[in-house]
């Protein structure tokens, strides 16, 4: 099993660009997470999809952001436009059950 | 949601036992304590839950006390690899969804 993809992996683009982050979950999970993890504010989760339909976005921060999730082996983290405190690392994770499993991250830079 | 109280940091010897505590005192009778960690530079683990019983399993063994008001994680033989930062977690039930992660404790292991 290769676990929770996630791609980039690192990310850097000018503010007011348009930023994509992508993931594949574990085949046969049925939950999807996506979470954003800075120095000051730690590790927040942002959405959270069950069975592809968004259950919970009280985390994502603002409108700039979004989450799709078109099928059950893919989903996106959208930032239009992106702003220097985008900056962080996010996580997508993947559950059939109780346990999360977490891919590498996106390490994202704006500039 | 209840809270959680970690100490921020702790050391261990290689070869040790690491017993890592956690306060939540404020739990309720449906919330699951769950342990995750976070090796530097990575996607958190999931280690062990529990809702009252102690658990075990191949990674650690999780002591929940009588009153539920507390709880430590114990890694019977520590090595240089559990060096990360322990997350203590209570949940309001067995999916393990909406995860709320705190500042967590940075065990280190040393030789």
């Known amino acids: 099993d290769a676990g929770v993809i996630q791609s980039p992996r690192h990310e850097v683009t000018e503010m007011g660009q348009e930023v994509t982050l992508r993931c594949k979950p574990i085949s046969g999970h049925n939950s999807l997470f996506w979470y954003r993890q800075t120095m000051m504010r730690g590790l927040e989760l942002l959405i959270y999809f069950n069975n592809n339909v968004p259950i919970d976005d009280s985390g994502m921060p603002e409108d700039r952001f979004s989450a799709k999730m078109p099928n059950a082996s893919f989903s996106t983290l959208k930032i239009q436009p992106s702003e220097p405190r985008d900056s962080a690392v996010y996580f997508c994770?993947?559950?059939?059950?109780?346990?999360?499993?977490f891919g590498p991250g996106t390490r994202l830079t704006v500039t | 949601d209840a809270k959680t109280t970690q100490p921020p940091s702790m050391d261990c010897a290689e070869g040790r036992a690491a017993n890592l505590p956690c306060n939540h005192s404020t739990i309720s009778g449906n919330e699951y304590v769950y342990w995750y960690r976070q090796i530097h530079s990575q996607g958190p683990q999931y280690i062990i839950h529990?809702?009252?019983n102690n658990e075990t399993n191949e990674m650690a063994s999780l002591i929940i006390t009588e009153d539920r008001k507390s709880s430590t994680l114990i890694l019977p033989h520590a090595t240089l690899r559990d060096t990360a930062v322990y997350y203590c977690?209570?949940?309001?039930?067995?999916?393990?969804?909406?995860?709320?992660f705190g500042g967590g404790t940075r065990l280190m292991v040393k030789p």
């Open positions: 994770a993947s559950s059939r059950r109780y346990e999360q499993y």
């Open positions: 977690i209570v949940n309001p039930n067995n999916a393990g969804n909406m995860l709320t």
């Open positions: 529990g809702l009252k």
